[in-house]
């Protein structure tokens, strides 16, 4: 069957389900209207209504009212066969389907395995579906039962875990569930009850039914997703995530028109003072399951037990492998339930698919640039989906989705004349690395970065390593940083920045690419480079690090050349060398080297304090005292 059949057949279902739903409640009307006048009493007490109404009110004799009365009446019995009709059909198409659905097996792993348990009766027992949030877990099982059981006799009910810590709320939930997917015509009828004046209320009390796993039938099916967020703390150390989450944060006092890097270090120290507090958390508990968050989740299991053992139900668990903890997995869900383990991996067919759903959700205003992202997406982005996947951030779906329209939306704040391949290869590298040091907390370094800088260099000489980048071609000169302020637009959700041509031309215009080209093949290149400035020397000074035989090279030499790059008489630039001294030494001192930087840097600033908390900021300070007193 192809797509074209597939959505014509689904608009057919949809609109069959709808009309089945409007005629059950009108059929109810219908019925009703009949016994009005088919039932003595009825009839005479709506009479006198009529001749009260004519009376005072309406201007319309009692055999006219009898008339419509009539011809309405014929449009309920058309209603009522209708419905006995559409009953017929979709009893109809639930034999069909139920035949249809025991020669199913599958179309792969997953469905073969949930299919093998589901027809198997013979030892009570559950289906466990786990791995990494974000990897489409309960995407896949519901895809599963969407496509297999929607016209199925078999019920099936989703039930969500997120919370619910008791058996009350367990049961109560469960119970909520059941009554929500009663499409019966008795339950129906119960709703219309509460309509009736008066009594509707008293009606629908006595005639409601109790709903709970032990009023259903026998083998239908009950899905607890979320099972891991029964308590909001891990079962084992080793695996269990900071209860501080790494999701997009937005800060909720960014207004239009105020400077993005300054709105950036607003983000930083908020996230810092977050971070502490939650770290505070993590250390009291000491990621050690509390006895009666154990128990919590032993309410749960213990349920599940009896729904499956004794109520003879059908039950699929969906939870997070990594938060539970193997030992938890193996001990209790698959000991002490008996449960059949699938493991969901992420495949490049999910990641591929990700790609076109951003592509077909996000529609831009200008169809020309729509066509220009879609089609880098396309011929660059789906041919490098195994070096995206290295990257463990983006094993999770929706992280990897976030990153996707990330690109989308930034790309579209520039004109389609700047959107050339080497361009938006350059942006959506900026904004990857941006996302990768954000889940990983490390983003403070980033509003140093330089715009038009080769982002394997700055990687290198920042963070001691780079990710595996994503290349249209076999040069490197295509992947150069975009300023924060666009790298970081999305994910710290930075008012739109001014400009955008500017920033294209900054991009442009950075001249120091030969040189970080060069040096990247081999860092002692520098001694033959005459344009460089002091990110070229302090990543000269971290290479010797890398060499057993560690010599002595002219770095006052190498200073004076790079310093002349700088306007020494501003205070905002030693600030910004000291900013990037910080960010880079971190718990390394080069004695040497400092001490002369420092000494070019202090003339003419002798009274100015730097401002700062890193070390390098002490000592820039303290060697500034020192040379004052002298």
């Known amino acids: ?158 039930i969500s875990c997120f919370g619910l810590d008791s058996r009350k709320e367990l049961v109560k939930e469960i119970s909520n569930t059941i009554e929500q997917n009663d499409k019966s015509f008795y339950a129906l009828l119960i709703k219309a009850m509460q309509f009736v004046p008066i009594i509707g209320g008293a009606m629908v009390k006595f005639f409601k039914k109790a709903y709970g796993y032990d009023s259903i039938k026998r083998g239908s099916i009950f899905i607890f997703d979320d099972f891991e967020r029964i308590t909001s703390r891990a079962i084992i150390k080793e695996k269990s995530p900071h209860l501080y989450k790494k999701k997009s944060f937005l800060l909720s006092n960014v207004t239009h028109g105020r400077n993005s890097i300054s709105e950036f270090k607003e983000i930083e120290k908020e996230f810092e003072r977050v971070g502490e507090s939650f770290q505070k958390i993590e250390d009291f508990f000491s990621y050690n399951l509390e006895r009666t968050d154990i128990d919590k989740y032993n309410i749960a299991i213990g349920l599940i037990n009896d729904i499956v053992e004794i109520y003879g139900m059908k039950v699929v668990i969906i939870c997070n492998s990594e938060v539970l903890g193997e030992k938890f997995i193996y001990d209790i869900l698959r000991s002490k339930l008996n449960c059949i383990e699938y493991r969901k991996i992420v495949l490049p067919e999910a990641r591929i698919s990700v790609i076109d759903n951003c592509i077909k959700n996000k529609v831009l205003i200008d169809d020309g640039k729509q066509e220009i992202i879609k089609g880098f997406l396309n011929e660059n982005i789906k041919y490098n989906i195994d070096n995206i996947l290295f990257e463990r951030q983006f094993r999770n779906l929706r992280l990897y989705g976030n990153l996707l329209e990330a690109f989308i939306i930034t790309a579209d704040l520039f004109d389609k004349k700047d959107l050339t391949k080497e361009f938006m290869n350059s942006l959506f590298n900026s904004i990857m690395i941006t996302h990768i040091v954000f889940y990983n907390k490390a983003f403070n370094k980033l509003s140093v970065f330089p715009s038009g800088a080769n982002i394997e260099f700055l990687m290198k000489l920042f963070y001691g390593g780079s990710p595996i980048l994503i290349r249209t071609n076999q040069r490197i000169n295509d992947i150069k940083w975009i300023d924060i302020k666009v790298s970081g637009y999305w994910i710290f959700n930075l008012s739109q920045p001014y400009e955008i041509g500017n920033i294209v031309e900054d991009w442009k215009k950075y001249k120091y690419y030969e040189t970080e080209e060069k040096i990247l093949i081999d860092s002692q290149e520098l001694i033959g480079v005459t344009n460089y400035d002091m990110l070229h020397v302090f990543y000269f000074q971290q290479s010797m690090d890398n060499y057993d035989n560690k010599k002595e090279w002219d770095y006052k030499t190498y200073v004076d050349g790079a310093l002349k790059q700088y306007d020494l008489t501003k205070i905002e630039e030693i600030q910004s060398i000291v900013d990037t001294m910080g960010r880079i030494f971190q718990g390394r001192i080069y004695q040497g080297l400092f001490e002369y930087l420092f000494s070019k840097l202090i003339q003419g600033h002798e009274n100015q304090e730097i401002v700062g908390t890193t070390y390098i900021h002490d000592m820039y300070n303290t060697y500034r005292v020192k040379k004052t007193l002298h």
């Not at 792969?108 to 027809?119: I, K, M, P, V």
């Not at 969407?146 to 989703?158: C, L, W």
């Open 1 to 158: 069957m192809g797509i074209r059949e597939k959505k014509m057949q689904k608009m057919i279902e949809k609109i069959f389900l709808k009309l089945k739903t409007n005629i059950d409640f009108l059929v109810i009307i219908s019925v009703f209207g009949i016994l009005i006048y088919r039932i003595d009493a009825l009839r005479k007490m709506c009479k006198n209504i009529c001749i009260y109404l004519t009376t005072w009110y309406v201007d319309i004799d009692l055999a006219t009212i009898k008339n419509i009365y009539l011809c309405a009446e014929k449009l309920f019995r058309i209603i009522i066969a209708t419905f006995l009709v559409i009953q017929f059909l979709n009893w109809l198409l639930k034999l069909v389907w139920e035949r249809w659905l025991k020669k199913q097996k599958g179309s792969n792993r997953f469905e073969e395995s949930l299919f093998r348990y589901l027809q198997d009766s013979s030892i009570p027992r559950c289906f466990l579906v786990t791995g990494e949030w974000g990897t489409g877990k309960t995407y896949e099982v519901e895809k599963f039962f969407d496509k297999y059981f929607r016209h199925s006799k078999t019920k099936v009910y989703r």
